[in-house]
């Protein structure tokens, strides 16, 4: 399976705009720049993105472990924080942190744990990001 998105940019790095579409067309000409990135103008970034795809791949890969556990879950909700910080003459992303707030009835706390903990280790987002990941999950 091969999922694909577009950025086109024009102009220079603080100055310049660009734009993102997907495949799908959830995103069609989504505006985003150096103020959309570092100064919170309408439009996107990339580290809010990654957060979105980080925080959905997990909490479908905790569904799907809780399904082959047995369980299902009246709601998962999961968000994902991410750092983005300076390094060198650059940024790095340096760490993706996830809250989970879920109920799945009778489930206890230790099963929960190991499921959630399973899920953000196998999620293939958490795989592919070169930085530290945390989960906060709450079973309640």
Same mark, same amino acid.
């Given at each position: 399976? /091969? !999922?694909?998105?577009?950025?086109?940019?024009?102009?220079?790095? !603080?100055? #310049? *705009?660009?734009?993102?579409?997907?495949?799908? #067309?959830?995103?069609?000409?989504?505006?985003? =720049?150096?103020?959309? !990135? &570092?100064?919170?103008?309408?439009? *996107?970034?990339?580290?809010?993105?990654?957060?979105?795809?980080?925080?959905?791949?997990?909490?479908?890969?905790?569904? &799907?472990?809780?399904?082959?556990?047995? &369980?299902?879950?009246?709601?998962? =909700?999961?968000?994902?924080? /991410?750092? %983005?910080?300076?390094?060198?003459? #650059?940024?790095? /992303?340096?760490?993706?942190?996830?809250?989970? !707030?879920?109920? +799945?009835?009778? %489930?206890?706390?230790? #099963? &929960?744990?190991? /499921?959630?903990?399973?899920?953000?280790?196998?999620?293939?987002? =958490?795989?592919?990001?070169?930085?530290? +990941?945390?989960?906060?999950?709450? %079973?309640?």
């Amino acid at each position: 399976m /091969i !999922r694909k998105a577009k950025a086109v940019w024009k102009g220079t790095g !603080r100055d #310049g *705009t660009g734009h993102l579409s997907s495949e799908s #067309g959830v995103l069609t000409d989504t505006p985003y =720049s150096f103020k959309t !990135r &570092f100064e919170n103008e309408k439009g *996107t970034n990339p580290e809010e993105l990654i957060a979105a795809a980080h925080a959905g791949c997990f909490t479908m890969a905790l569904a &799907f472990g809780l399904q082959m556990a047995g &369980f299902t879950p009246d709601e998962l =909700s999961t968000e994902a924080a /991410i750092t %983005l910080e300076p390094e060198g003459k #650059g940024f790095k /992303i340096s760490k993706s942190a996830l809250t989970l !707030r879920a109920k +799945v009835p009778n %489930l206890d706390e230790a #099963g &929960f744990a190991k /499921i959630a903990g399973e899920a953000e280790k196998n999620c293939p987002v =958490s795989k592919v990001l070169n930085a530290a +990941v945390t989960l906060d999950a709450k %079973l309640g």
